[in-house]
């Protein structure tokens, strides 16, 4: 279907208010622009069909859209679309219902069986390799007060499974330090959690917090725990930045070959978590998935040992 402007004014409202919605949320910056341009689509699919009230919207045009997008030629290379990006544009429509929800609206009905994404395989560092990454902040900057916050970094991403965006979020009063947890307040899906930190964990967050954030120019004036130069909130450039100085620092070639992600990092602890023993729910709280079924990608991993 070629792409075109949306004509129906109660669509356009909405699609601008879940771009807010997510955009207040804290969602990440490719589900802020991949989500709505789903969206888009699906209205415009709509607008095409006759289908002008979203309060008219059932099960049934729900699955005639999405058979529409499994017969639709990929626009970015040869062929139909992949599972997996039949799987996004699924997660956008759950996303659209959530909001609609959230929004005292009656969310339409979706009966559709995620795709199964063939040789999907999740990558994720050993624990030995988690060890090299933390070892290298030993040299990974000039500066003492920037590798104490590439540690910090690494004990949020790793052994607190954050993602990128809960870590840039991250504020001074989310840590409680006498009862050795980390309220996350801006995940994905608004979902809070407190997550547990361990003692040697916590001193490294102390070392940061209580001593290296205080070099950082004006950083008593923010109430961020992770701050810039400018004591700013970083940005996710920045922990991909401080990232690759680590795995630089490690002198690893391995390292180097693996392209390690801070999302790679959380998929790590999940796994690591999975492989000592822990209830697939437990690890599900841990993460903040909203469902289940989000978890269980890792469980391929006992199904591939």
């Known amino acids: 279907m070629k792409k075109s402007a949306l004509k129906n004014p109660s669509y356009k409202a909405l699609l601008l208010s879940f771009k807010d919605w997510l955009d ?7 589900m802020r622009k991949n989500y709505p341009n789903h969206l888009c689509e699906f209205f415009y699919w709509l607008e095409c069909h006759g289908h002008t009230e979203i309060n008219i919207i059932n ?31 699924q997660q956008a429509l759950h996303k659209f219902r959530d909001y609609l929800s959230k929004h005292h609206k009656k969310p339409f009905k979706m009966h559709i069986k995620r795709e199964k994404v063939e040789d999907e395989k999740l990558k994720y560092c050993t624990t030995e390799e988690v060890k090299q990454l933390f070892k290298a902040t030993k040299y990974s900057h000039e500066l003492p007060r920037f590798r104490a916050r590439q540690k910090a970094l ?13 870590v840039i979020n991250l504020m001074l009063n989310d840590i409680l330090w006498d009862k050795e947890r980390v309220f996350i307040r801006k995940g994905k899906n608004y979902k809070e959690r407190f ?15 209580f001593d290296a954030r205080l070099d950082f120019k004006q950083a008593s004036e923010s109430d961020y725990v992770f701050v810039s130069r400018r004591s700013t909130k970083i940005s996710g450039c920045t922990i991909e930045n401080d990232l690759k100085m680590i795995i630089k620092a490690s002198n690893s070639e391995e390292l180097k070959y693996r392209n390690i992600t801070p999302h790679m990092l959380r998929h790590s602890i999940a796994t690591h978590f999975l492989r000592a ?8 709280q841990f993460l903040g998935h909203a469902s289940l079924e989000s978890t269980q990608i890792y469980t391929h991993i006992l199904k591939d040992d």
């Open 24 to 30: 207040v949320l804290g969602f990440s910056e490719g």
């Open 59 to 89: 099960k049934d045009i729900v699955k005639q859209y999405y058979n529409y997008l499994k017969q639709r030629p990929n626009k970015s290379r040869s062929g139909a679309l992949s599972a997996s990006s039949l799987n996004h544009h």
């Open 277 to 284: 023993g822990m209830k697939i729910e437990d690890i599900q």
């Open 195 to 209: 997550v547990p930190i361990n003692h040697y964990n916590l001193r490294m967050l102390e070392d940061y917090v």
């Open 154 to 166: 690494l004990v949020c991403l790793y052994s607190l499974g954050m993602r990128r965006n809960e």
